[in-house]
């Protein structure tokens, strides 16, 4: 590669050189082992968001954890996993939501703020996305179709369908 050519002050008064630098090639790629030790942090953002999901986490709060911007954490997230951050989050609060709202001891409105969500609507759409129904049916008829059935049975056979698996014809029915 050609180095290119810069003025540069010689020690003189009034009497420029040319200076050749070098140019250094920039890769968009990480060596192999930056890209370990972006997946273990990747992995421990995850792990941090299954064991915080009722805590109030954001993507700049967990990127700071994980010493990347959060768009940088974002794009490596949805890379590495296949969702972003925040849609992973949501879905581990829904299906948190969903077992609560398969006991039937708590109202919608106490099931949206165990899991972490600060407002009822976002979280009342956002479980109408991922299952299908919104969270009120869901509590009505999930507790008779999951009778009889061992909580992680339920669990496996409840599990929230995001759109694009949807869209496969693989939802679940519950009435």
């Known amino acids: ?13 009034g009497i420029n050189l040319p200076v050749r630098r070098t140019i250094v ?3 968009s790629r990480p060596t192999p082992a930056q890209h370990l030790s972006d997946l ?6 995850r792990d941090r968001i299954d064991r915080e999901y009722a ?3 954001d993507v700049e709060a967990l990127a700071r954890g994980a ?27 829904v299906e948190r939501a969903m ?23 976002t979280f009342s759409t956002r479980f109408t996305e991922l ?8 509590r009505r008829e ?6 009889g059935m061992p909580p992680c049975v339920a669990k496996q056979v409840t599990r929230p369908v995001r759109n694009r698996e949807a869209s496969s014809g693989s939802v679940p029915t519950y009435s």
């Open 40 to 45: 273990a942090r990747l992995r421990r953002v």
């Open 142 to 147: 999930a507790a008779a179709a999951t009778a």
């Open 99 to 121: 077992a609560l709202l398969r006991r039937g001891d708590l109202s919608v409105t106490e099931v949206c703020f165990a899991v972490g969500c600060s407002s009822l609507g």
């Open 67 to 93: 010493h990347m911007s959060a768009g940088h954490l974002s794009r490596e997230f949805r890379a590495a996993f296949g969702e972003s951050p925040y849609g992973y989050l949501m879905t581990r609060r």
């Open 1 to 13: 590669m050609a180095g290119r050519i810069a003025l540069s002050p010689a020690p003189g008064p």
């Open 131 to 138: 299952v299908g129904v919104p969270p009120s049916t869901y």
């Open 55 to 57: 805590q109030p986490l």
């Open 25 to 27: 090639p920039v890769t």
